[in-house]
């Protein structure tokens, strides 16, 4: 493991596939950094992580429902709406529980899969 790897696991809490996982099983809403493309990309977003796969890239991604922050879809004011998105493991730069639980699946989830992943790792069990 290279030194800024050791460094950044100590400054940062990233999303490993242990943590991801452990957060959907337990149904836990996190807080988490993404550091993804502009314009409105990066930020902190407030999600409900339901599914962990690999993209048709072969990315390790995470479908989360995104509830509040960064976004660079639609808005109503100057909230980003809520919505399903799909995030790359690699670009998740903090990853903490918030203390919450969600019990029951937003609009239009799919309880067999994903059609943005080849494959599932894990998916929420409601």
């Known amino acids: 493991m290279k030194l800024t790897e050791v460094f950044k696991s100590l400054i940062t809490e990233i999303a490993s596939v242990d943590s991801v996982r452990k957060s959907i099983e337990d149904k836990q809403k996190i807080i988490m950094y993404y550091d993804g493309d502009e314009p409105g990309g ?53 990853y903490k529980p918030s203390g919450e639980n969600f019990n029951t699946p937003r609009p239009n989830f799919n309880p067999t899969g994903d059609k943005d992943m080849t494959s599932i790792i894990i998916i929420a069990k409601f």
Do not use: C, Q
């Open 42 to 94: 990066r930020g902190l977003r407030l999600i409900e992580p339901v599914a962990l796969g690999r993209s048709k890239r072969g990315n390790l991604v995470l479908r989360a429902w995104d509830e509040e922050g960064a976004s660079h879809r639609g808005y109503l004011g100057t909230r980003p709406m809520p919505g399903w998105r799909l995030f790359k493991l690699d670009k998740i730069l903090s």
